[in-house]
């Protein structure tokens, strides 16, 4: 019968770095490639500005790009589909709803109105124009 020693250690080697090395170097390209990848959209260049406050009730945004396309959930729309989805909207969150434009700051200020005037229509009680924080920059594509 063999005994065993009291001092018995089980793992008598030197620890190996080399494979947390390695998981956090592909760490650390998933981090930095993480900011290359394509955001789909509307590129939109929201004008400047700070200390507004925020919203509470629901949100629907629509964007209009520097040539006035109207754009709702990413689809180009018409103003008279837009009507149509924005009153759907209103009875579905019982007319708490805050329309946010999201206008291109080369976008004439009578359609930024105009579109005002046609949420007003469907029911919406609060529009509200979108800016982009000063401290924030913007990366241009």
């Known amino acids: 019968m063999t005994r065993v020693p009291r001092q018995l250690t089980l793992f008598a080697g030197q620890f190996d770095a080399i494979p947390y090395v390695g998981v956090l170097f592909l ?68 007319g708490k709803l805050v329309l946010v434009i999201r206008a291109d700051k080369d976008v004439p200020y009578e359609k930024l109105v105009s579109l005002a005037l046609l949420a007003r229509e469907t029911g919406v009680k609060e529009v509200l124009l979108a800016t982009m924080p000063v401290a924030v920059r913007v990366r241009e594509k």
């Not at 990848?37 to 004008?47: A, K, R, S």
Request: charged residues 10%; negative net charge; hydrophobic residues 45%.
């Open 27 to 94: 760490l650390l390209m998933f981090l930095l490639l993480a900011g290359l990848v394509y955001t789909p959209g509307v590129l939109i260049q929201l004008p400047q500005a700070e200390g507004l406050p925020g919203v509470s009730d629901p949100v629907v945004a629509v964007a209009i790009d520097h040539t006035g396309k109207l754009f709702y959930e990413n689809q180009i729309v018409s103003p008279s589909a837009l009507k149509s989805e924005l009153h759907q909207q209103v009875l579905r969150h019982q």
